[in-house]
């Protein structure tokens, strides 16, 4: 039984793995980084900042990407797992360290400490940062959005925003069934002035009268 730990092997074997992370995170790294800068393109095409389009997109994804990039992030090291060990047998270097006297295990756990350490290291310190960059990205897209009128579809029910003047109104109905949004149930509207709460309102049923969203309660 060896007395030592094969310092050089084992930096080898790293340097191998981190070769194959870099390469997974590159190509996961641009597929979102597109992605993101055509979704902002096709998200600011009709605002006003045609002097600032391109530089805004492009901004506004690359502080998306680390959020994305960490959520990814057990998927690029499976794959550069998957990478570092198909190389290993290629080159028939397996062969080589069992015949040092050093076992399959000790292949396999040198790559899975290292991701151990780098997992580490990613919640503690990418994760935060990445999270204080998407919170920045909401804030700007924020901007952009205060005179959309939102619809949303979720577990807790239907979610309407509708923005008039200086007034937000958020409305939340339950589930929608058979698609009839005409007839709302167990509706409250929730009435915001200049963003601060000024009153809620209530109702067992309404009726959507108008397509800009007035009820009648």
């Known amino acids: 039984m060896k007395k030592y730990t094969p310092k050089l092997l084992i930096n080898y074997l790293i340097k191998e793995f981190n070769i194959s992370l870099l390469i997974f995170f590159f190509i996961i790294f641009s597929l979102i980084l597109l992605t993101v800068f055509l979704e902002e393109i096709i998200y600011f ?5 045609e002097k600032v389009f391109f530089f805004k997109t492009l901004f506004l994804a690359l502080i ?3 959020s994305l990039i960490i959520t990814m992030s057990p998927f690029i090291f499976l794959f550069a797992s998957i990478l570092f060990f198909v190389k290993l047998i290629k080159g028939n270097e ?15 756990l040198v790559p899975a400490l290292y991701s151990f350490f780098l997992g580490i290291i990613l919640i503690l310190v990418i994760s935060p940062f990445s999270s204080q960059l998407y919170k920045y990205y909401e804030s700007v897209k924020q901007q ?3 005179n959309d009128n939102l619809i949303i579809m ?6 309407l925003k509708e923005k008039k003047d200086n007034n937000i109104f958020i409305i939340r109905a339950d589930n929608i069934k058979d698609q009839n949004f ?5 509706i409250s509207i929730y009435k915001f002035e200049n963003n601060k709460f000024i009153n809620r309102m209530d109702s067992k049923n309404s009726v959507i009268q108008k397509i800009s969203g007035y009820l009648k309660m």
């Open 45 to 49: 095409r009709d605002k006003d900042i």
């Open 64 to 66: 998306k990407t680390p």
């Open 94 to 108: 397996i062969i080589g360290i069992n015949l040092s006297g050093l076992s399959h295990n000790f292949i396999c």
């Open 144 to 146: 952009y959005s205060n």
């Open 154 to 159: 979720s577990t807790t029910g239907l979610w």
């Open 182 to 186: 005409k007839n709302l149930k167990n």
